[in-house]
């Protein structure tokens, strides 16, 4: 028994297409499927001109699952794959992604029955991969189980409903645990395990305390094949009950496997009613399968002949869209004019704020601590305090730090030597420095804005690590594709809940002045780690 999975509509449904759908869902009709048809092509063809994608997503699934149950795999294929490449050009969502699910279960149903058994269950495992609910994943896992089944892989297909079985603790729907249940017992019935017999009698009891009659008849078949070699009275009972209910729910395809299961277990007189219902299903089935072809070419006919107006309408659109095009053109120069000056003023202020950093860095280096370097001198001649002398150094490294960390920088010509002096000043006895693959970086290509807020960031990084994370070992990684830079910071320091202070704020802000990304994260324990795109 396969289960398709249902999508929620994609906007309110009018009471058409619930109509409609459900004459896809359930046909009792040879001109219910081909309706449906004309239905849903037209609501296609509307949702195109007016560009609402999900409805058009919508008609595309109830498309393909008209060609499926009318026989064309490959227009239900192509419907269906329609769908995903537009469902590719939407947002992430709640709702997308069980429509994902349904579109990747409808392709797996339509592969099974195409005996495409690998594609199939790859298709299930796309589904399953985004399965955010119990109910979704047993669905999943028993559609799986099913494919393996039909090629008598039981012990395969034991493994994917045992999956489900695992889950059915969590299953809230009970009509999904008692399907369940049923055919992990014929699956160890026919691997000859024990048990069987108790989960489908449960899943019977289960099936018939819920009153559902169509859920009856999979329990009722399964229980006559358990039977078949060891009690043939009872086989036939099991057998003779399937059949009672098929003519209940007036299933034709339950009315017709019934009966070639009866038909297998004697000779009796329902040989000939087995035998004049299938020649009935076989012509219904091809007058639905015909009917569905000439309604197609005359869907077909009509969008020729709209194609052709839409030609002679475009013909004499020409004119005005050359106009059109003449301006966007004229539109797009002065565009690109103003994003290239804008671009050369944020050049000319980054370069400002790098040549104000570099004359405070020398102040601060020539006033500042040369003054308190003197000071020191004076005081090492006389019996002042030690303490003093402590502080005054602090003092002194501090102001040497903060002018080394903002200096002028020469960065056009060895820069990877430059930078790797860098990272290597910061390795110490308690402290490994890893770098990876930085002289196969083509610096030459680089500006040197970018060069020089890059050094930056990486010196914030490093003072970081050596203040805050007691790391032992750090690894800075460099890969080049064209142009761009990925650097990949990792130490496997305390880490912290990430929280951005000055020092980080200011190596987010100079990467994002260059136009690049900066990705911090970090964990209690687990280190730290930034990873910058230049």
Known sequence: MVFTMTILHAQTPTDSVVYYENLVTHPQDVNHLPKAYVFFNTQKEQAEQQQDTMSQMFSLFQLARIAYKSGSYFDSESAAVDALKLLDTQEENEYNRHFRKSLYTQLGILYREQNNNAKAIDLYHKALAIANTTRDSTVIYNNISNIHKDADDYSNAKSAISAAFQLLPRLKDSLMYALVLDNMGFL?????????????????????????????????????????????????????????????????????????????????????????????????????????????????????????????????????????????????????????????????????????????????????????????????????????????????????????????????????ELLNDLLLSYKTDTTTIITKNLSKIHWEQIPDLKKTALYRVLQELMTNMRKHSKAKVVLVSFEQSNKNIHILYKDNGIGSQLQKGNGLTNAENRIKSINGTIIFESEVNNGFKVKINI
């Open 188 to 416: 160890k019935f026919k691997l000859q395990e024990p048990d069987a017999l108790e989960l489908m009698l449960q899943a019977l009891d289960l099936r018939t305390q819920l009153n559902n009659k169509a859920a009856l008849y999979p329990s009722y078949k399964n229980l006559a094949l358990y039977y078949a070699e060891s009690d043939k009275v009872q086989s036939k009972h099991y057998a003779l009950k399937a059949y009672e209910v098929a003519k209940a729910i007036n299933s034709a395809s339950y009315k017709e496997d019934a009966l070639a299961l009866l038909v297998s277990m004697s000779s009796d007189p329902y040989s000939l009613e087995y035998k004049t219902l299938n020649d009935s299903l076989t012509a219904a089935n091809t007058l639905r399968q015909n009917k569905f072809a000439l309604m197609k070419y005359d869907v077909s006919e009509k969008e020729r002949q709209a194609q052709a107006s839409v030609l002679q309408s475009q013909q004499e659109k020409s004119k005005r869209q050359l106009f059109q095009i003449i301006a966007l053109a004229i539109a797009l120069i002065s565009v690109l004019l103003y994003l290239a000056l804008k671009a050369k003023h944020k050049k000319d202020k980054l370069q400002q704020v790098y040549h104000t950093e570099s004359r405070i860095s020398k102040k601060v280096h020539d006033e500042v601590a040369n003054e308190v370097y003197h000071v020191i001198t004076k005081i090492q001649g006389t019996a002042k305090s030690d303490e003093v002398l402590d502080d005054l150094e602090q003092i002194y490294n501090k102001t040497r730090d903060i002018s080394k960390e903002h200096s002028a920088l020469d960065v056009t010509d060895k820069f990877s």
